[in-house]
């Protein structure tokens, strides 16, 4: 047995993430020992509440109410509290004495990113979140490291296993989104309050931090264009059947070539349910699992693929970071800071193009597609594709049509203008949908 | 502008991948500065022929045909030359002379790993490969960091791309072997000299790499059992195809656990053609592409998708190995070592279990069925599932039956030694195929 130094490790927080965390450490120690080059010894585990039922069951000894204590004289300080307070100052702490830090709080660090990794940077400090997008996929490491010598041109992700599970089983049953998240609810796949999943918050933290990493610049969460799924219903989703797409919940992170006025290169980043290709690689993502599609320069298509979520999934690259940071502090140096020098400005969402898929109910009279068709051209929104089906008696005059327009590239503030002056044109009864097309 | 820190890079080959990489650190200069945070100066390009013709044009005096002086004086080093010597004396001397060093070499890392690490490992620098295995593919950084918390059950690769692109069209087609591969050499897909690709070896140096960083277990390339796809012909792959399989030639790596006699764990690694279920996420890698399919203990199952191979593709990877070299001697500390402490023990192929689709040509007799059933039950080889065709007119007694036996999981060694009895058993005609089926 190589008589190895020890260090220090503090974890905050002991729920899903946590409890399996501990017990992993607990149960592997000589093993990851050999591979951190270092004895991790947990010294301590920082809960709100030591006499709570817990997934996994944790020595007594290590439970405490007092995090303080542990974060200052421990090597490395493991972050699995969630939300802003007390955490973000908690890490702080823990880097100004000394600590590697290891987190996967999204949403703190997509709202307090910077000023955490400015922190670290001051005293040569590292901070690990491996775990904060995608669950157990890696994919910091390949966007920090692998990726850095070549230029991302953009990240289609599924990030949000709730949404996936729901928008799947939508797809796979014909089912309505209601009956399917009242039972992703009852199998624990979904939140109670299901707000952060279904209206895409939690995907836009993850976009904001993937695209952070990928275009070497700092992405506010204000500047995440973001749209949920709940305005998707079943007749959305067998239209997409129909037509060879099916409906995932993305988040794009594209990079605008030549988008600023001195020719420069600008960013987008945004959230919503948009129709993909059956054909694409993604939309065989099934169930709550996770895939971030990368498109970069030199090297081509990319995909990573695995579980989004899940306690011990998730422990799993938590405490990959946790050896990282051990082998960090073993070779000494100072800690790699962020990338963020390019900070390529983010353009708003009017100004980014993509393919659309426009769903009318018109009248069903002479003229009416010349109407539409001129509607769209006036508003620079070229149409790729037309499919009009006659709802009701079939009888000329005397009924409702119904109008699928798929477009060619447009600029969403062209398109969303001519979809307001179509609905207004006197010859449309009912603007269906109007989605995205992602991935071509 | 900011006043970077000079690091002096030199490249040693200029071949597909070398001259993309020195065009690529020439053409993004600035934005590879700011993300490694030192000026990478290319200071020379080691060559067999300065007037040779090249996929990029090169600057004329970066040339030279003269590596030592280039090598002695970098902060990095490039190794794209391919083959065992000069590559490895190089890569020594610029170890040895305080250099980083970054190599695609997968025959060098295979034969010669563990000495260049140790070489390493000695004075502190460190070695990246992340192009050696899986081309543009990010999977070192997954396997060695992302998932040094976990524990990594198995691999399935398709690390080739040559052999995927053949099996592929030959699924797809319904071609045979000699036709694709003509055309893959005359498309470029393939080399004049097909050995290394066909044969398996190029799949099994990756294999080696791939299961030494996910074992923590050195793997010498004699330990990789080994079988090509020169064996496959129309009728396996149509067969395979009938039964909802596909034929994919896999770098299986994989953890026994509690073979050992005291009950501790070993490994296998083995590259051969196998059956996958069209089910299974590998069934859809098509053409040149590589994918690499991780199933870990608390991870679950991961896949990485891309580019197996590629000038600018592969030249991705090892400029981001270059971005990290920098930032490390940016950051200093030693290196990080290879991690090999687990060393597990290797064991031969005879001791590995699957589950096998044999097919027979048998006597169409009465009785036949029961003696094939009965060997196979005296070899402790498990009938899962049997489908018996006849070949010829079809009267009993007349002709000859075609028997596919599906296996449950068996021990390799029984199942060649029962294979063997059926053929000298008097009721069997020809074997005509025993193909190992993963992936369940």
Do not use: W
């Not at 047995?1 to 002991?14: C, E, S």
Request: hydrophobic share 45%.
């Amino acid at each position: 047995m190589t008589d190895y130094r020890r260090l220090r490790v503090a974890l905050l927080g002991a729920g899903a993430v946590g409890s399996q965390v501990a017990d992993l450490l607990r149960k592997h120690g000589p093993e990851l020992a050999d591979r951190a080059g270092a004895t991790l010894e947990l010294v301590g585990i920082a809960v709100r509440d030591v006499d709570a039922d817990r997934d996994v069951e944790l020595p007594r000894e290590l439970l405490t109410t007092d995090a303080e204590p542990l974060i200052v004289g421990s090597d490395i300080v493991i972050e699995l509290m969630g939300g802003i307070e007390p955490a973000r100052s908690y890490l702080l702490q823990a880097i100004n004495s000394g600590a590697d830090v290891v987190t996967a709080n999204k949403a703190l660090l997509a709202t307090h990113g910077p000023e955490i990794f400015d922190a670290a940077d001051q005293v040569g400090a590292s901070v690990y979140y491996e775990a904060a997008a995608a669950g157990a996929i890696p994919i910091i490491r390949p966007l920090r490291d692998s990726l850095a010598g070549d230029r991302v041109q953009r990240i289609m992700g599924i990030v949000n296993g709730t949404t996936n599970y729901i928008l799947d089983r939508m797809d796979s049953e014909g089912a309505d989104f209601a009956d399917v998240l009242a039972d992703a609810q009852r199998l624990g796949y979904a939140e109670a309050d299901p707000t952060a999943d279904v209206e895409g918050f939690d995907a836009a933290q993850k976009a904001a931090i993937l695209a952070s990493l990928a275009f070497h610049t700092t992405v506010p969460l204000g500047a995440v264009h973001r749209e949920g799924i709940t305005a998707i219903d079943k007749a959305m989703m067998d239209a997409a059947r129909h037509a060879g797409y099916v409906i995932k919940l993305l988040a794009v992170c594209e990079r605008l070539t030549g988008e600023t006025e001195t020719g420069g290169d600008a960013i987008s980043v945004r959230v919503y349910p948009a129709l993909i290709s059956r054909s694409h690689p993604l939309a065989s993502v099934h169930g709550a699992n996770n895939a971030v599609f990368v498109q970069a320069e030199a090297a081509g298509n990319l995909m990573f693929y695995g579980a989004g979520a899940g306690g011990v999934q998730t422990a799993s690259a938590v405490l990959g970071d946790v050896v990282s940071a051990a082998r960090r502090h073993i070779a000494g140096g100072v800690g790699v800071g962020e990338s963020t020098r390019a900070n390529l400005p983010i353009v708003e969402i009017g100004r980014v193009t993509t393919r659309y898929q426009i769903t009318l109910e018109v009248d069903d009279q002479p003229g009416v597609l010349a109407t539409v068709a001129g509607v769209l051209s006036e508003g620079r929104v070229s149409i790729a594709t037309v499919e009009q089906t006659v709802i009701g008696d079939g009888e000329e005059g005397s009924g409702v049509a119904r109008l699928v327009i798929g477009t060619h590239k447009a600029r969403e503030q062209d398109l969303s203008e001519t979809v307001d002056r179509l609905a207004a044109s006197g010859v449309v009864e009912r603007v269906v949908s109007v989605l995205r097309v992602e991935g071509d």
